[in-house]
């Protein structure tokens, strides 16, 4: 199955995901995979304490596991890239949405290392299609 999805989440600090991959199953349950996209973490200057959102490549491990036959799903997703680490944990419904929370670490401007627990939702590739026909028929009026 082919994964596609962009998710926010806001907490401690705003996070924005972008995920393309490639989940593979395993029985009727369970499905493995692996995507990459981008990760964007607020950060703040130091000299300013204005924020701005840091975008660093990213790749996650995932597992998803089925939940009953009504279309939900568990998701756990652990990765990295050149900002830090990274976890996911979020409950989908039909590869439309999801309800996600997740911890990332990332440099500060300063050189230490910051985390960052956020809250937040995810689109799946049915989600983005649906949002993305709802602006353009809004448009077209």
Known sequence: MFVFEVGY????????????GVLVSQGRRN???FT???????KQYAD???SYLDARGAYK????????DGGFALDVGAGGGKYGASGELALGYRDIIAI???????????GD???????GVRLGTTGILA???GLAALGGR
């Open 9 to 20: 989440r806001g907490g401690t600090s705003v996070t924005a995901t972008f995920d393309v």
């Open 36 to 42: 990459v996209g981008y990760l964007a973490s607020e």
């Open 61 to 68: 491990a995932r597992y998803r596991r089925y939940v009953g």
């Open 131 to 133: 949002a993305l026909y």
């Open 113 to 119: 290392t910051d985390a960052a627990a956020n809250v």
């Open 48 to 50: 300013t304490n204005t």
């Open 100 to 110: 996600s929370a997740g911890v990332n670490t990332f440099a500060t401007d300063n």
């Open 31 to 33: 499905a493995w995979g």
